[in-house]
């Protein structure tokens, strides 16, 4: 059985993704589960996605992240349905 995941290693790896991807992209929650779970089979990643999504939440409440759906930034404590990317925060400006 693997150790459990502090919420500090998800929000780093989150942030640490985000800026990787560049002001032009953003990442997908699954993206940071499969890392923080090690590569491992989908049973091993896959409940992780609801701390990913929550901790996403958090930094955007903290301006450090933007949640996007559809494309969009969602509102700070909007809470995101469906599928949802990620992005760092203060990179959409310049966008058309």
Avoid: D, F, H, Y
Avoid at 78 to 90: C, N, S, T
């Amino acid at each position: 059985m693997t150790e459990p995941v502090a919420e500090s290693a998800i929000e780093a790896e989150i942030l640490r993704q985000a800026a990787a991807r560049g002001p032009a992209g953003s990442i997908c929650p699954s993206e940071v589960a499969r890392a923080l779970a090690g590569g491992g089979p989908e049973a091993q990643w896959r409940p992780l996605l609801g701390r990913v999504r929550g901790a996403a939440q958090r930094l955007a409440g903290n301006g450090q992240l933007e949640v996007l759906r559809k494309g969009r930034p969602l509102a700070p404590g909007e809470v995101p349905r469906g599928v949802i990317r990620l992005r760092a925060a203060g990179t959409a400006e310049g966008r058309p």
